[in-house]
């Protein structure tokens, strides 16, 4: 079922609706109403090479079509392609390029893209520069012509910079490079970068698609036919795939995706307005602010602001560190996008790949503390923050 589809039911349907049945339709043989987990590895063939469009699990699997589906239809993409983390989504994309290829992106990413970039894959011959890109001049100056990709994360991880996706994109088309975002903050809930002239959506569905800090996956969106018939190559040959469980789980959660992020989202503008106020509390990064230097770029280009925020004590790193201990609701840990609310380090957690030196010289201070804020109660949320803080 596909929203560009002019037969399908969703054409012209809002979110909610879409978050709800994109994907999945009853099963045929008994009416579930729930896409089966087709838990096998092959097909029996009636005939060699002669199959009911399905031979290994690898190349075809009903669960994952379901789930492969349902993020086309979030994101209004003609084609997705899922995968066995947001890690291998990533991976698979940077397979896309070729030796001697360069790619521009942003200073402030995930510390396990900048690892796979930089360790991985500059290995093999492929060259990045990496710019803030809110400014675009620096993007405009970074592109060589043998730049192949642009590579943006907006919301950034973890110091939610917002960049310009449709500037962006058409700088990186007039040069003949892929625009790629990395929607996975956002949620095609908030953003779809599609429309705003990406080449390339990507996503760590372990966190807001999934939402329940159940399951692992990842997905990359397109409407382009070729890079879809690329991407889908790269997944049976590479074999990154997601299991048929996990794609189960991850289609269930994305049926409340759109409810989850207005309570996220709710909840976020909330305590960001409580640290920004808070005498122990230096710096708020949160789109959702007024003085945040991004917030016209994510009202113009973002439905709401999202769920997460980082943040900087008045006070000493190890200030910052005992304060991630002293929550009570707040869980320690790395990830985001659940229902429950964490909090975490990035310096010594998400980003301990990134050397010190380049964190810093991008802006992420040693002090600097990122939540994911679930949907709890957000006097509870707020409560438990000022315990913390008093601490």
Request: hydrophobic share 40%.
């Amino acid at each position: 079922m596909s929203t560009s589809d002019t037969s399908s039911p969703l054409r012209g349907a809002r979110f909610g609706t879409i978050a709800v049945h994109a994907g999945t339709e009853p099963e045929p043989v008994t009416g579930a109403i729930m896409t089966p987990i087709f838990q096998t590895s092959t097909y029996v063939q009636p005939y060699p090479a002669r199959h009911k469009g399905y031979e290994y699990s690898r190349t075809q699997n009903p669960t994952r079509e379901a789930l492969e589906r349902c993020v086309a239809g979030l994101e209004g993409a003609r084609h997705a392609v899922a995968f066995g983390s947001g890690m291998a989504a990533i991976d698979a994309v940077l397979r896309l390029l070729e030796q001697g290829n360069h790619v521009v992106a942003g200073n402030d990413l995930y510390g396990g893209t900048y690892r796979l970039f930089k360790t991985v894959y500059e290995r093999f011959g492929i060259q990045f520069t990496f710019v803030d890109t809110t400014d675009l001049d620096a993007v405009r100056a970074a592109i060589r012509p043998e730049t192949a990709l642009v590579w943006i994360e907006s919301p950034s991880n973890p110091l939610l910079r917002v960049s310009d996706l449709a500037a962006i994109a058409e700088i990186a088309r007039e040069h003949g490079a892929l625009p790629v975002a990395d929607n996975t903050f956002a949620t095609p809930a908030l953003q779809r970068p599609l429309a705003l002239g990406c080449a390339l959506v990507v996503h760590s569905t372990t966190k807001y698609v999934g939402g329940h800090s159940d399951v692992v996956g990842g997905a990359v969106a397109t409407d382009d036919d070729e890079l879809a018939e690329r991407l889908r190559y790269i997944q049976n040959a590479a074999g990154g795939i997601p299991g048929p469980f996990d794609c189960f789980l991850t289609l269930r959660g994305a049926k409340t995706l759109h409810l989850r992020m207005e309570r996220h989202c709710d909840n976020a503008e909330r305590i960001a307005a409580f640290l920004q106020q808070h005498p122990r509390v230096a710096r708020v990064h949160y789109p959702g602010l007024p003085e945040h230097p991004g917030h016209e770029v994510a009202a113009r280009q973002m439905r709401r602001f999202g769920g997460m925020i980082s943040f900087v004590l008045d006070g000493s790193v190890e200030d910052g560190c005992r304060l991630c201990t002293r929550t009570r609701l707040f869980a320690l840990a790395e990830s985001l996008g659940g229902v429950e609310s964490l909090i975490e380090h990035p310096p010594s957690m998400t980003h301990a790949a990134v050397p010190a030196e380049v964190r810093r010289a991008a802006g992420l201070e040693d002090g600097l503390i990122r939540l994911s804020v679930g949907i709890e109660d957000a006097e509870d949320l707020i409560a438990d923050l000022e315990q913390a803080l008093a601490r």
